[in-house]
């Protein structure tokens, strides 16, 4: 986390009091607030790259609050969210949160839990976007390699030796030794297991 | 005869002698002549010597020959008719005894056996008497002459004139008879002197004694009835003066007062200058005629009369023809002026189906000479159906069969009526067996049952066909315990003479079983004391009905009880969820509030403009709870007010959000802008509005899906409300059956939603139904008339 950014607590709720008293307590505290009446109005917001998480009402007009969620899901739009409802049940919270959602807070709520549930929810969003920006820099080194240095990577993390890797790819095992340290270099790895979780790191976003 | 000596004289007297013989011969003659001319003879009879000497025109008299024979006493009696002879002789003998000279009739039979009546008188002249022999008896004629005449002709003819005049006193009695008998009498009328000769009858028809005085004309005028009178001396002139014969009915007074009727003819009689000298005329009383006439007459228009009212007509059908009475033409719808119908023109008359039946009674009356009674149907010429009862019977005289009279009645209306009747019974018993009402007449007083109905036996648990029973059978079912207060209320009522109604009470019927009736007897006014007719129904089954029905209503009271508790539950799970939403955004705003008084230096605005917020959702609580008990007010929903059906919508789709969110059911209203607002009781909208929403989720609540809520004003300016789901649909074949009472499809409904939002929307005049939806699931439409709605 980065001090210098200000994270921003979205709020999805119908019912203007307690958007109002939901975005003045966030704001109370020092975060950014921003209240929609409905999903469609959040989704038409252009959002930055900054640190967030959405304080969302299950009961709302024409979309329930757990459709939206499935919505943005569908949309690839990662941001923790926090339900709030004055009509939850087990079965709703159970849904909620298996499909992702940081809490579950039924109304009328402690205001110290939907704080500690904003808070979690913001570091969340913070660990996922580090995460998510390693991946895209080691992807991003990733694709600085040659095609056949791909595919020494690729043996090499599944264990191959330098002359198994000669006869599977019919080359000299000095070629290999020299793919195999263009791409210990170019994957900024120091050792063979770093590559290897690197390329486990990767395998969410390249193609097996 | 003498002697006369000088011959002087004795010339003289010769020639005396020659003149008188001359002269005596030519008196001879004459006396001959006279004789044959008158057939008168003379004859001698000498009583001593017996013989009979005959002039030429007795000969002639016994059908001799003049002279033809000398005549003796022996054969003068031969010659007289055998039947006359004693008596004339004998007669004879008498006179001589008595010294008269006999006369007599007798008859002789000529030799040629001609019969001729003769005439004999014995001259007292010339008859010379007897010498007395002993002296004792008196002067006996020695000898007889007489004269003896040929009567035959003149006794004929006597014979004849008697004969007439014996016919003449018969006729006359006859006529005389006659006349008293046909109470004719006759007059002549001198019409130049004005005497009057009136007949005996004519005075009895008159009143008066036969000849018991003279008549003129004066009597006669005054005996005519005053009325007539003019009249009858106005025809009687004309006759006179123009005409010959006068015919007058008139009516006459009787000395004694009474009227009669003559009729007169009179007839006028003329002299050579045509001059009327004398009417002669009869005069008959015709006042029996004319009343037996006037009885004919009446008792002819009394069967005419008789007939037309009664619609009879009458026929005669005999060897002289085939006769009609008016009235029966008028059955037939016939006209008179063509006659009585043939056969086959009356069979053409008859209905097509009865008209072999016909043909065959006709066959059988004119072959057997059977007679019929049975009836049959027409069809008059202008195309009308009657029905009438025709009877023939035939007529013997003596054992000879003379035709067939008969008459004809139109039935129509009484075998219409009967028709009627017939059916009406039927249905009466077959309605009494329906609804298990019986009737039934009865004198309570007496005990004694009129009439009772074959269900009143049936009710009571008796067999009708049973034969009779007495009323004592039917009371004795009565229970027990319930007998004291039916005879109460039926004594009341005899001795009040009023109707009576006992609503319920119990019999025992032979088998055992207790059923429970109901009678009602209307008392008859015009009856003896204790008449009564009145019905007897069995209230069993509708007991138990309304028993049953009862026991249903409770239940549906019950449920509507339980339904309201649960909708109540569902509204307060609703209403919860509208109150946690103020209550969280006070609290949240309360906290906000407090954190931004905590910053330094404290954030005064931001923490007023929280406060503002916590006073704006805590009123916004209050007035959720409001709300939420007006639901509780259902008992007195009478109160209507103008509301505005948008906003309910609203408030109603809020209210059901989540139910519909938990289920994945998302809710659209398409509303018309305008004219939004309806006068009712905003509570009973709200729930016909919560119970079609929730009957929706209900519908989708497995399978989630869109509830789409509709309204609109058509144009009649009803309010016209549909929401639809996109649920199960409604279950086949009971589009209807849905909104009956405890009607459900759901596991733990209680069918009772639909009912109550009918019974709401009805209350208003409206009408609420499904349809099914063309792809999916189902729409309820409700309309509310335009009365309720606002006219402000």
């Known amino acids: 986390m980065k001090p210098a950014v200000v994270p921003t607590v979205f709020i999805v709720d119908d019912d203007g009091g307690v958007r109002r008293a939901v975005q003045d307590l966030v704001e109370s505290v020092g975060l950014r607030a921003e209240g929609f009446a409905t999903g469609e109005e959040f989704l038409r917001k252009k959002r930055t790259s900054d640190p967030c998480c959405l304080v969302l009402d299950v009961r709302l007009p024409q979309m329930s609050g757990l459709d939206f969620q499935r919505v943005l899901a569908n949309f690839g739009i990662q941001i923790p969210i926090i339900f709030i409802t004055a009509h939850g049940d087990i079965p709703m919270s159970v849904r909620a949160l298996k499909s992702g959602a940081v809490e579950f807070l039924t109304k009328p709520f402690r205001n110290q839990d939907l704080l500690d549930a904003i808070q979690q929810a913001l570091q969340r969003d913070c660990t996922a976007r580090e995460q998510q920006n390693e991946v895209h820099e080691l992807h991003e080194r990733y694709l600085t390699l040659t095609a056949r240095e791909h595919t020494v990577m690729d043996l090499v993390v599944d264990g191959m030796s330098n002359k198994q890797i000669a006869s599977e790819i019919g080359a000299s095992e000095a070629t290999v030794k020299i793919h195999r340290g263009n791409v210990m270099h170019k994957m900024q790895a120091g050792s063979l297991i770093e590559l290897v979780r690197m390329a486990d790191k990767l395998k969410s976003v390249v193609a097996p | ?792």
Not at chain 2, 72 to 91: I, Q
């Open chain 2, 1 to 792: 005869m003498g002697v006369i000596t000088d011959v002087t004289e004795r010339k003289l007297a010769e020639e005396e002698r020659k003149t008188l013989a001359r002269e005596l011969q030519e008196s001879n003659a004459k006396l001959e002549e006279a004789q044959r001319v008158a057939h008168l003879g003379h004859w001698e009879w000498d009583l001593q010597t017996n013989v009979i000497v005959w002039s030429d025109e007795t000969y002639r008299i016994f059908g001799l020959k003049p002279q033809e024979q000398p005549m003796d006493f022996a054969t003068n009696r031969g010659m007289v008719h055998p039947d006359d002879r004693e008596s004339l002789y004998g007669r004879v003998d008498a006179d001589l005894s008595a010294g008269a000279y006999p006369i007599a009739e007798f008859r002789v039979v000529r030799p040629n056996g001609e019969i001729r009546t003769v005439h004999a008188i014995t001259s007292k002249r010339w008859s010379a008497p007897l010498t007395e022999s002993n002296g004792a008896s008196p002067a006996h004629p020695r000898k007889l002459f007489g004269t003896i005449q040929d009567v035959t002709e003149r006794k004929r003819a006597e014979e004849k004139r008697e004969a007439l005049w014996r016919d003449l006193q018969a006729s006359n009695a006859r006529l005389e008879q006659a006349q008293r008998l046909v109470h004719i009498g006759y007059y002549e009328w001198n019409l130049i002197t004005g005497s009057v000769t009136w007949s005996d009858e004519l005075y009895r028809i008159y009143g008066l004694t036969p000849q018991a005085g003279p008549i003129d004309m004066a009597m006669v005028s005054q005996m005519i009835h005053p009325e007539d009178r003019e009249r009858v001396f106005r025809e009687a002139d004309e006759a006179a003066r123009g005409g010959i014969a006068a015919a007058a009915e008139h009516r006459i007074v009787r000395p004694d007062g009474e009227v009669r009727t003559v009729q007169g003819h009179g007839a006028v009689k003329r002299d050579a200058a045509g001059r009327a000298y004398e009417m002669f005329g009869t005069v008959q009383d015709i006042t029996d005629r004319k009343r037996a006439e006037e009885a004919l007459r009446r008792s002819q228009f009394y069967l005419s009369e008789g007939e037309r009212l009664a619609h009879i007509g009458s026929w005669a059908f005999n060897e002289s023809g085939h006769y009609w009475s008016d009235e029966l033409y008028k059955i037939y719808g016939l006209n008179p002026k063509n006659g009585a119908p043939t056969v086959e023109q009356y069979l053409a008359l008859v209905y097509p189906q009865d008209r072999a039946a016909v043909a065959e009674s006709i066959k059988l009356m004119l072959e057997d000479h059977r007679g019929f009674d049975q009836i049959e149907r027409i069809v008059r010429p202008d195309g009308q159906l009657r029905y009438v009862r025709a009877v023939a019977v035939p007529v013997v005289e003596q054992g000879v069969f003379k035709g067939f009279i008969g008459t004809t009645m139109d039935v129509t209306e009484q075998e219409l009526l009967t028709q009627e009747l017939r059916r009406e019974r039927a249905y009466l018993a077959e309605a009494q067996g329906l609804t298990h009402i019986g009737s039934w007449a009865a004198n309570f007083h007496t005990g004694q049952n009129h009439h009772v109905s074959n269900e009143i036996y049936r009710l009571h648990g008796f067999e009708p066909d049973n034969g009779l029973l007495a009323a004592d059978s039917f009371y004795k079912t009565i229970h027990p315990d319930d007998a004291p207060i039916v005879w109460e209320n039926i004594n009341n009522a005899i001795h009040a003479r009023k109707d009576f109604e006992i609503p319920e009470y119990r019999i025992c019927r032979p088998d055992g079983t207790i059923r429970f009736l109901r009678a009602i007897g209307h008392h008859n006014p015009s009856g003896e004391m204790g008449e009564f007719v009145g019905v007897t129904m069995d209230i069993t089954e509708r007991k138990r009905a309304e028993a049953e029905h009862e026991r249903l209503r409770q239940l549906e009271a019950d449920l509507a009880r339980v339904n309201r508790v649960n909708m109540m539950g569902e509204l307060a799970a609703a209403l919860a969820h509208e109150i946690k939403q103020p209550i969280t955004a006070s609290i949240t705003s309360a906290d906000a509030l407090l954190r931004w008084l905590a910053h330094d230096p404290p954030e005064l605005d931001r923490a007023r403009a929280a406060a503002y917020r916590i006073e704006q959702d805590a009123n916004r609580a209050a007035n959720v709870i409001d709300s939420l008990r007006s639901f509780y007010k259902t008992g007195t929903p009478t109160e209507r007010r103008v509301i505005d059906v948008k906003k309910i919508i609203e408030e109603m789709t809020g209210l059901l959000r989540g139910e519909a969110d938990r289920h994945s059911i998302s809710i659209h209203s398409e509303l018309e802008v305008d004219s939004s607002n309806i006068m009712v009781n905003p509570v009973q909208l709200q729930q016909v509005f919560m119970n079609l929403m929730l009957n929706a989720i209900e519908a989708m609540k497995d399978s989630g899906g869109v509830l789409t809520i509709s309204s609109r004003f058509n144009p009649e300016g009803r309010l016209f409300v549909s929401i639809s789901d996109t649920g199960i649909g409604l279950p086949t074949g009971s589009a209807e059956q849905i909104f009956e009472p405890f009607h459900t499809t759901k596991p733990q409904g209680t069918g009772m939603g639909l009912t109550i939002t009918r019974s709401i929307v009805e209350s208003y005049g409206g009408r609420v139904w499904a349809t099914a939806n063309k792809d999916k699931g189902a729409t309820f439409h409700f309309v509310l008339p335009c009365e309720a709605k606002s006219q402000v």
